[in-house]
């Protein structure tokens, strides 16, 4: 069965601290990696999809890297508004369909 | 505004109880996915339609329903209501199946009491 760990669970960090947040995947036949950005007692929100190992994206300070086996999310030097629980997905192929399957996610604290 | 929208986003019910949660997809889109999201489990997959047709199906009771209509709309039906139904439930819409992102509403917010 295709899982996503994110880790850690949670992160805080100081106004300007840099970091990054870890998301390993186990899935058969790897077609998109997403990561989202969530804010208390709202959707996700869209952030980026990785397809192949070695791919890079970027947008504002995050950046998200994709290798065979993991993701990271590298957020550079936050802010406190990029507070937010950050989910990763990978799209699983099973029994001729096609679904996202979510982490658990980080939930990370910029104090200003 | 995600142009994906939920109705109602809080409802409060009763043990037993069914509700109709309401979902209109994003201009454009062809499928729907509802998602279902408590504290400890994260993210859930429950099910999903494509222009009307029922896609896939992921960890839904059979208490649950739902169907999408010939103007892309989807219901999910929530019967026999438990305590343990009480969580956010999602819709999200994308173009078509594949490797796209999906578009999140902001959600409903059940509570059984």
């Known amino acids: 069965e295709d899982q996503v760990t994110q880790s850690p669970e949670a992160l805080r960090l100081q106004e300007g601290e840099s970091s990054s947040l870890n998301c390993s995947y186990t899935v058969s036949g790897l077609r998109g990696l997403f990561w989202y950005r969530q804010d208390p007692g709202k959707g996700p929100e869209f952030l980026f999809t990785l397809y192949s190992a070695g791919e890079e994206k970027e947008k504002e300070r995050l950046k998200a890297t994709l290798t065979k086996k993991e993701s990271f999310l590298h957020i550079t030097a936050p802010k406190p508004e990029d507070s937010a629980t950050y989910l990763c997905?990978?799209?699983?192929?099973?029994?001729?369909?096609?679904?996202?399957?979510f982490g658990k996610g980080t939930k990370l604290t910029v104090n200003p | 505004d995600s142009g994906v929208t939920q109705t109602p986003k809080h409802l409060i019910t009763a043990t037993g109880q069914r509700v109709t949660l309401r979902c209109s997809p994003r201009?454009?889109?062809?499928?729907v996915y509802w998602y279902q999201q408590s504290l400890d489990q994260g993210l859930q997959f429950l099910i999903q339609?494509?222009?009307?047709?029922?896609?896939a199906k992921g960890n839904i009771l059979e208490r649950f329903s739902a169907q999408q209509f010939p103007d892309l709309h989807s219901e999910l039906n929530l019967s026999s209501l438990e305590l343990g139904d009480s969580a956010l439930y999602f819709c999200?819409?994308?173009?078509?199946?594949?490797?796209?992102?999906?578009?999140f509403g902001s959600g409903t917010r059940l509570t059984v009491v």
């Open positions: 339609y494509y222009n009307g047709e029922e896609r």
């Open positions: 201009s454009g889109d062809l499928s």
């Open positions: 999200a819409s994308s173009v078509e199946s594949g490797p796209y992102g999906y578009t």
């Open positions: 997905a990978v799209l699983s192929h099973q029994g001729g369909s096609e679904k996202l399957v």
